[in-house]
């Protein structure tokens, strides 16, 4: 049973930081592909970051190009996702998501590519 679990999210002030983490469990994910993805109620989910394997460089949203990173621990089963610079339309619910299959780059924008999800831990940015 694979499992994924966010975590570190919270209010800022717009140019704040946030380090958000995604723990792993059930299975390794050295080879997944995995990614991040937001939400804001009432509106589609929203590609962020995501790669096929650790230390591959990932695809990104430009609306959080220079400002976001993410990477992935192999020992941990953990993946991140660095937030800085913070704006106030970066406000939204975040989800890490995951799938064995090894995605070709233009797939790995697609929520409907990813097999699984953590619940989401909210991100909140004040003005």
């Known amino acids: 049973q694979v499992q994924l679990v966010e975590s570190g999210g919270g209010l800022v002030p717009a140019g704040g930081s946030l380090r958000l983490s995604c723990a792993i469990s059930?299975?390794?994910?050295?080879?997944?592909?995995m990614a991040w993805f937001r939400q804001v109620p009432g509106k589609e989910r929203e590609f962020v970051m995501g790669n096929r394997r650790s230390g591959e460089s990932p695809n990104y949203s430009n609306s959080v190009k220079g400002r976001f990173t993410m990477t992935r621990n192999n020992a941990e089963n953990a993946m991140y996702l660095q937030m800085n610079n913070l704006k106030p339309e970066d406000t939204a619910v975040y989800y890490c998501?995951?799938?064995?299959?090894?995605?070709?780059?233009?797939?790995?924008?697609?929520?409907?590519?990813?097999?699984?999800w953590g619940r989401g831990t909210q991100v909140t940015v004040g003005s």
């Open positions: 059930g299975r390794t994910f050295n080879t997944w592909t």
């Open positions: 998501a995951a799938t064995t299959r090894r995605l070709i780059t233009s797939q790995i924008a697609f929520d409907y590519e990813y097999d699984f």
